[in-house]
């Protein structure tokens, strides 16, 4: 089943709580603050140098409104769950990120998992999670590399167009690959695991 409109109708409905989440200046200081209805920011700022990190950051309490969020800065359309998208022939050459397993793992702390189409024909993986925590964790132990993340939600861009435009969505890069290079000038904060960084560094 396609959720499209269901994504227009639940962007109606909060586009008011978002335009006023989304309009603090970029010092981010509301990172706890306030309820989450639909997905709020405490930031908009793009620049790298100074972007933040474990603060401000977006929050979404359900899969439609991560992608009306995201949808503010790129494009996520035709939101399918994660293993309806997997059973499909659009998988075969285009997988999603992960798979439902990992939905059911509790040890991911994974709530609920669902893909989207961008404009460049690429599919993006959305997570909603339930401990971010758990989800860190995960990722260092399975040596899952990097993913940008909310407060708690997780995506992974199609391709490098998305993540060219989502630079500017205040998400930071969960990184936990021991391998990678963080260029100076970029922000480097400790995750709540050790051994994964969070950074506004989004490597292509």
Request: hydrophobic share 30%; net charge negative; glycine share 12%.
């Amino acid at each position: 089943m396609r959720f499209r409109r269901a994504i227009t109708i639940g962007a109606l409905l909060l586009v008011s709580a978002s335009m006023t989440a989304c309009g603090g200046d970029s010092d981010g200081g509301n990172s706890d603050g306030g309820g989450k209805t639909g997905a709020s920011t405490g930031t908009g700022k793009a620049d790298n140098s100074s972007a933040p990190t474990s603060t401000g950051l977006p929050a979404a309490s359900d899969m439609a409104s991560v992608a009306y969020y995201l949808n503010q800065y790129g494009s996520c359309l035709d939101l399918t769950p994660g293993e309806e998208y997997d059973d499909s022939s659009l998988a075969d050459r285009d997988p999603a990120w992960g798979d439902d397993n990992m939905t059911r793992d509790p040890a991911w702390g994974i709530k609920e998992r669902a893909v989207c189409r961008d404009n460049y024909d690429d599919s993006s993986t959305l997570l909603l999670l339930s401990d971010m925590k758990k989800f860190q964790t995960s990722m260092h132990a399975k040596n899952y590399g990097s993913i940008l993340i909310g407060k708690d939600f997780a995506v992974e861009p199609g391709g490098t167009e998305t993540i060219e435009d989502l630079k500017a969505s205040g998400l930071v890069a969960l990184s936990c690959d021991p391998e990678r290079q963080i260029p100076s000038g970029y922000t480097q904060e400790p995750a709540q695991v050790d051994g994964c960084v969070l950074t506004n560094y989004y490597a292509n």
